[in-house]
């Protein structure tokens, strides 16, 4: 961003005469907004063109938004110098998110994380869903939300896209028809602000996230161990060896998953403890500290390096934090970048895990005439 001083009386004039450069606080001419939202195309899926959405905010930040998955595909914010770096994994082309993603930047669903066993009952009917993760269902199953073409619209205001997908009752064994509107919004203090909605015409179970993998270090080619983590928890829903809370909302104080105190990421990852050997690494849902319904900060991210930080904030009760754990190097991504492991963290706001299967976990079952309503924002800034 440029700017230049100059006495307000000049600077109105300009301003009115030109058109040109708004005028800021004490007169401080400011640069022309770069703000502007382009729409091309991204690879096509089945003969159907896939529309990518490029969002620039005032100061010629951007997000890259595609119809398949609705998944951010990049994300350039500035580090403390002002250089413009994307901030998440992903690929180059549409072929390589449809031919093996550990679901870089997309929206996860009908049911994000695990539902143990592929299995629930919701009104004494039971119902089975697809076992793609050791014994348990996640991400919503084979063909989840994150591999479905949403039909993506600008929306009024100019800042945003609302993206819509209709899941068919039965659809990877889920019961009801599922009409859902996800709507991105970039904002001009560079806030990624994501709302997600739905309804069903049965009873059925919903939990939305966003899975991207930041790295705040510039594109995911360096390690995030370095990165310094703050999350808002107390407590915590421990798993079993196979990812699925055991039902208990347990005390972080005193275990190496505690992030109350801002920690570097790799500074405990290989300790001792049955959590970490559960998750191979960090893998865990953090039950957020609030003081009632609304939005609620989540997490921080800072990294020293670039002093980008990421503060995340959510309306829902928890939040993944995954060290992407399973990132091997075998995925090349942008730019012909292998991402090793560790070379991206998520934080996916959430209600827990397998909760379909936990009466005492917030509910997530969603009834005709419900509306399921949730926003999560990713701030981006320096210091
Ligand atoms: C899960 C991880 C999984 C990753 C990619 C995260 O949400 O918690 O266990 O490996 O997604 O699938």
Redesign the pocket.
């Known amino acids: 961003m440029w700017f230049r001083k100059s006495p307000v009386v000049p600077c109105l004039l300009l301003c009115v005469a030109l058109l040109g450069p708004s005028c800021g606080p004490g007169g401080v001419e400011e640069a022309p907004s770069m703000r502007g939202l382009e729409v091309s195309e991204f690879g096509s899926v089945d003969g159907h063109p896939v529309k990518l959405f490029a969002l620039t905010n005032d100061s010629g930040a951007e997000v890259r938004i595609i119809e398949y998955g609705g998944i951010v595909v990049s994300l350039s914010v500035p580090d403390r110098e002002g250089t413009m770096g994307d901030v998440v994994l992903g690929f180059d082309d549409l072929e390589s998110y449809i031919a093996d993603t550990?679901?870089f930047g997309a929206i996860?669903g009908r049911y994000?994380?695990?539902i143990a066993k592929g299995t629930f009952e919701i009104d004494g009917i039971v119902y089975e869903l697809p076992v793609n993760?050791g014994p348990n269902s996640?991400?919503g199953g084979i063909k989840g939300f994150d591999k479905v073409v949403w039909e993506g619209t600008p929306t009024e205001s100019g800042d945003g896209v609302d993206f819509v997908y209709v899941s068919a009752d039965g659809e990877e064994g889920y019961p009801g028809r599922l009409e859902s509107n996800v709507t991105y919004t970039w904002t001009d203090a560079n806030e990624l602000r994501i709302d997600y909605e739905s309804t069903t015409d049965k009873p059925t179970v919903i939990n939305l996230t966003n899975?991207s993998y930041f790295n705040l270090g510039d594109g995911g080619a360096g390690s995030i161990l370095g990165h310094e983590m703050t999350i808002n928890a107390d407590t915590y829903t421990p798993v079993d060896a196979t990812?699925i809370p055991t039902g208990e909302i347990a005390a972080l104080e005193g275990t190496p998953l505690d992030f109350r105190q801002a920690t570097a990421i790799g500074e405990r990852i290989e300790e001792d403890h049955q959590q970490l050997h559960f998750?191979a690494g960090y893998?865990h849902n953090y039950v957020v500290n609030r003081d009632g319904p609304g939005m609620a900060l989540a997490a921080t991210v800072h990294d020293p390096g670039t002093g980008r930080t990421m503060d995340v904030l959510t309306e829902e009760p928890g939040v993944?934090f995954?060290s992407g754990?399973?990132l091997d190097g075998h995925h090349i991504g942008k730019g012909g970048t292998p991402y090793q492991h560790r070379s991206g963290f998520?934080l996916?706001t959430q209600h827990y895990?397998d909760s379909p299967n936990q009466p005492d976990f917030p509910t997530t079952v969603l009834r005709p005439g419900e509306t399921y309503s949730t926003a999560t924002v990713y701030k981006f800034y320096t210091r």
């Open positions: 550990p679901y996860t994000a994380n695990r993760n996640l991400h899975h990812s998750g893998d993944q995954y754990n399973f998520c996916e895990p």
